[in-house]
């Protein structure tokens, strides 16, 4: 059964950096697609960022392009999301969450996710 478990959040001021970290385990690491999604407070989940199962396809959201990045190591299990540049806005709780195979921007085509780690951003 895939499980997702992510990690890295924290307290960052503006203008800094942080990469979340999204382990895979209970499923083949090379035919799941991870998808990094967030939920800022009073707001709707919206999505960030996504990679495919051998990272050749990746798909980002308008908001974080140029600053996030997605990328992953099979042989870790691992998906990693380096955010560069965090803003205020970027404050949220970020969960990753998991499909088969190909990357959508959708959460309705994510069946498993994550619980979230928290990140804010001071300004």
């Known amino acids: 059964q895939l499980q997702l478990v992510e990690s890295g959040g924290g307290l960052v001021q503006a203008g800094n950096s942080l990469t979340l970290s999204c382990v895979i385990s209970?499923?083949?690491?090379?035919?799941?697609?991870v998808g990094w999604f967030r939920q800022a407070p009073g707001k709707e989940r919206e999505f960030v960022a996504a990679?495919?199962?051998?990272?050749?396809?990746?798909a980002y959201a308008d908001s974080v392009k140029g600053r996030f990045t997605i990328s992953r190591n099979n042989a870790k299990g691992t998906v990693f999301l380096q955010m560069n540049s965090l803003k205020f806005e970027d404050t949220a709780v970020y969960y990753c969450?998991?499909?088969?195979?190909?990357?959508?921007?959708?959460?309705?085509?994510?069946?498993?996710w994550g619980q979230g780690t928290r990140v804010t951003v001071s300004s």
């Open positions: 990679i495919n199962w051998n990272g050749d396809s990746i």
């Open positions: 209970g499923a083949t690491v090379t035919t799941i697609a």
């Open positions: 969450a998991g499909r088969l195979f190909q990357q959508r921007v959708e959460e309705e085509e994510y069946p498993t």
